[in-house]
C-alpha cells in the first residue's frame, strides 16, 4: 500500500510524503491466535496460545536475509520509482516490525561497501521508531538481542509497554543503542520512552474506545512523529 499524503508544518508549509505499507508476510501473518479476537483479553490469550506457531514460522519463514532483501531490492527501488524527488526516509514498526526497523537501521553497518552500489544506496533510511517493539525474533535466528542493538547504526526510538521488558530504560539492549549514538555525536540521545500503563500490542490492538487506551495511543503516535521528523528534517 502506497499513498501521497500532506503533512502540515508549523511554518504553514504543506509538504507531501509517500507512505508505504509493504506485507512482508504475504498475506499469511506469523501469529494467527487460536480464539476469535472480541476482546483484548481474548485477543491477549489466544495470542499466547498461537505463540508457538509464530516462533516457527518467524524461524522457517523469515530469516533476516529475507526481510532485509524484501526491504532493500524490492520495497525501495518501487518506492524510489514511485516518488523519484523523495529525499529522506525513515520507517515505523510494531512488535515483529520493530525487529524489521532493528534490522533495516542495522543493515548500514553490516553492508555498506555493498549498499553503496546499489540502486537503494539512492535513498536511505535516516532513523526509525519501533512501537511496543521486540527483538526477540533474532533469538529465533541465533543471534542475541544484544547482538541485534550492537548492529542498529542510525537513530531508533523504541516505545515499549510495561511489558517490553528488553527494551525499557536502564537494560543493556538501550544501553548499547544510547552508546552507539553517543559516540554518533548526539549528546542526550533519547532512546527508550515507556508507557507504564499500557500492555504490548495497545497502539495496534488496544482498545480505541477506552479514553485511556485512546489517549497513550495518540500520545505514541505523536511520539513518533516528532522523532521523524526531528532525525530526518
Not at 512482508?24 to 476482546?39: E, Y
Not at 520507517?91 to 553492508?111: A, E, I, P
Not at 538481542?145 to 515499549?160: D, T, V
Not at 515507556?194 to 500520545?219: L, S
Request: hydrophobic share 35%.
Amino acid at each position: 500500500l502506497a499513498e501521497q499524503i500532506a503533512i502540515n508544518n508549523d511554518d504553514n508549509n504543506d509538504k507531501k510524503c509517500c507512505v508505504v505499507i509493504p506485507d512482508l508476510f504475504r498475506g499469511q501473518p506469523i501469529l494467527r491466535p487460536w480464539i476469535a479476537s472480541t476482546s483484548f483479553a481474548k485477543d491477549i490469550i489466544g495470542s499466547a496460545l498461537g505463540a508457538p506457531g509464530m516462533v516457527y514460522r518467524i524461524k522457517k519463514d523469515y530469516p533476516p536475509q529475507k526481510v532485509e532483501q524484501d526491504i532493500f531490492q524490492a520495497v525501495l527501488p518501487w518506492l524510489q520509482h514511485k516518488a523519484p524527488t523523495a529525499t529522506r526516509l525513515s520507517c515505523v514498526g510494531f512488535c515483529f516490525g520493530g525487529w524489521v526497523v532493528g534490522r533495516v537501521l542495522g543493515y548500514y553497518s553490516t553492508n555498506k561497501e555493498q549498499d553503496e552500489h546499489s540502486s537503494s544506496a539512492l535513498l536511505s533510511f535516516q532513523c526509525g521508531v519501533g512501537i511496543h517493539p521486540s527483538f526477540q525474533p533474532n533469538i529465533a535466528h541465533g543471534e542475541s538481542q544484544l547482538q541485534m542493538a550492537e548492529r542498529i547504526s542510525k537513530p531508533m526510538l523504541l516505545l515499549p509497554a510495561r511489558n517490553d521488558v528488553h527494551m525499557k530504560i536502564g537494560t543493556k539492549v538501550v544501553d548499547i543503542m544510547t552508546k552507539t549514538r553517543q559516540d554518533n555525536g548526539e549528546e542526550d540521545p533519547e532512546v527508550s520512552i515507556e508507557f507504564p500503563t499500557m500492555i504490548h500490542g495497545w497502539v495496534t490492538r488496544g482498545d480505541p474506545t477506552d479514553p485511556k487506551v485512546a489517549a497513550e495511543q495518540e500520545r505514541a503516535l505523536q511520539l513518533t512523529v516528532a522523532f521523524l521528523q526531528k532525525n530526518s528534517p
